[in-house]
Each structure stands twice: as C-alpha cells, then as structure tokens.
C-alpha cells in the first residue's frame, strides 16, 4: 500500500505542480536559458575573429555549445518512466522519438515539405546504420543541422509542432516564451561554416557537463605590446568582412528561393489538373523556371564571389 501511494505521488494523478515547483521550474528554465544564449554569443564572437569565419572540429567552446542544446531538448521531456511503473527505454530513445514524432506529425499534415533540409537531415541519420544508439543520433543530428545552417529550422519546426504538448511538459523550456530568444540566436550561426565529426565514437564520448568559467571574465586593458602582436591590416580585414557578409546574403537568398521553388512544386502537384485549365498550369511552370533560372544567376554570382575571395585569401597569405 506505501509503495503504490508513493508511486502515485511520484507520477502524479493530474500532473499539476505545487507554487515551490513552479518556481523551481521558472528559475531552472530562466537559468538554462540564459546559459545557452551566453555560450551561443560567446561562439559567434570567438568564430567571426577569424577570416574565414570557418570551424573545424569541435573547440571547447562548440562542445558546450552542442551540450546546452542537449539540455534543452530534455528539458521537460515526457520520459515513457512516467507514464508507467515499469521502462524498458532510455530517456535519449524518449528524445529521439519525440523528435521523430515532431518531423512525421508535421510531414503527414503537409505543414513542412518534404524536401526541407530538417526533414531531410532526421531521415538521413536515421538510416545512418553506425550510429547505434539514440544519443548518437540526437548529437549527429545537432551537428548535422549547424553545418547545413538549419539547426534554427530544426528548433523552430519542433517548437511549432501540433505533436509538442505530447511530448514535453508545459513546463519545459520549448513550450516557454524563452524559446523564442533562443531560437533567435540560432538563426546567428548562419554566418558560420562548420566542418565537424559525425563519427559515433566521437559522439558517444562527448562530455556531459559545461564549464562556466570561462564564459566569465573580468575586463582588463590591454597593453601595447599585445596590440602590436595581433595587429592585422585593416584595409584586408574589412574587405574580407564584406567579402563574408555577401557571401552570408547570398546564401539566404538561395535558400528563400529554393523554398519558394519547394513550394510552387508542391502546390502544383497537390491541386488537381483537371480543375485547372492549361493556361494556368503553363502559368505556373513558367513561373517555377523562372524562379529556377533567378536561383542560377545567384549561383553564377556566388561563384564569382568564391573567385574573389579566393584571390583576396592569396593576398593575405603574401602579406601574411
């Protein structure tokens, strides 16, 4: 009789929070949530100091980047011990299949194409045979995302999906106003080209805990010498920011189109023929080449962009 009263004191029969767990929550969500945008901030100016705004491999500081991320999935996450007594599954499986429950719902109510790169990328390290374990995916995924600059889209679909109430508790951190901002962040990260291991070895050894010191510092005044040491030719590096800052602009402007091109596919091949004359069917696929010819003209222009900036990298190399 104890056992089955503290089980069901465990569980909880409604699953409302006393006021002291509220605030706990509050606190606990607020904290996390400021965490991970002080590390998202601290990645981004750590990254845009170099000139090719270009990550290899995971620093320390991509490392608890990736680690925050994972705690805000769990965060609030309806773990299958919850719902009963007795589980034979991991709280990471819990994850990965509400992750997966989130892509499918929103797939099969035609919210989200097919064809989206977030979509894509859960399907892809689902077929991924060397990663055995759902930790393993949920990290590849993580990664997967931030190198396809998507990993904002990932967050976003999940936090709008129908399915989310499902799968997290009301208290959870996707389900707050906090989401929001974070989200916000992400999107930040689009400037950054990532290179990193999806190797499930390297995923499974991950470390599981963030160190905060470094992300505190206290204001200091350089001296002279420090100046001079890492001086670098004005004129170059701001050229080379231009450089950047096009390059970003011209790949969020071939994605905007890519997704208005997704888009008028799927809407043609969703409305029936038959009730559309063919004047406007030859409407619509005129406007869908154009649409693919405007995509190209971006691509040429990228192209001659790789061009220059490939130059500039060899001035800076001779003066270097």
Wanted: aromatic letters at 6%; glycine letters at 4%; hydrophobic letters at 40%.
């Amino acid at each position: 009789m104890n056992f089955l009263t503290s089980s069901s004191n465990l569980f909880g029969s409604n699953g409302e929070l006393t006021r002291a767990q509220k605030v706990h929550r509050e606190n606990e969500r607020s904290n996390l949530a400021t965490i991970t945008r002080l590390v998202i901030r601290s990645v981004l100016d750590h990254s845009t100091k170099a000139l090719n705004r270009i990550i290899e491999g995971d620093s320390s500081q991509l490392s608890d980047f990736l680690i925050l991320l994972e705690k805000v999935l769990f965060h609030g996450l309806k773990t299958s011990d919850q719902r009963s007594l007795l589980s034979f599954r991991s709280p990471d499986a819990d994850l990965w299949l509400a992750i997966g429950r989130c892509v499918k719902f929103e797939q099969s109510r035609a919210r989200v194409d097919p064809e989206d790169p977030s979509c894509r990328g859960y399907v892809c390290v689902e077929q991924l045979e060397y990663l055995k374990t759902s930790i393993s995916k949920i990290r590849a995924l993580l990664r997967l995302s931030l190198m396809q600059k998507r990993l904002a889209d990932l967050f976003q679909m999940i936090v709008n999906s129908s399915v989310l109430s499902e799968c997290w508790n009301s208290w959870a951190i996707l389900r707050s106003s906090e989401a929001e901002p974070i989200i916000g962040s992400l999107i930040g990260l689009s400037v950054l080209n990532c290179n990193l291991h999806i190797d499930f070895e390297h995923l499974q050894e991950q470390p599981l805990a963030v160190d905060l010191s470094q992300y505190i510092k206290i204001p200091t005044v350089p001296t002279e010498g420090h100046e001079e040491k890492f001086e670098i030719d004005e004129v170059t590096k701001r050229e080379m920011k231009t450089l950047l800052d096009q390059n970003h602009y011209l790949e969020e402007r071939n994605r905007m189109l890519e997704d208005k091109i997704l888009g008028m596919r799927a809407k043609i091949e969703n409305d029936s023929v038959s009730s559309l004359d063919m004047e406007s069917v030859s409407f619509r696929r005129l406007s869908a080449e154009s649409a693919e010819r405007e995509v190209q003209l971006w691509k040429d222009r990228e192209k001659l962009w790789d061009e220059e900036k490939n130059r500039l990298m060899g001035t800076v190399s001779v003066f270097g």
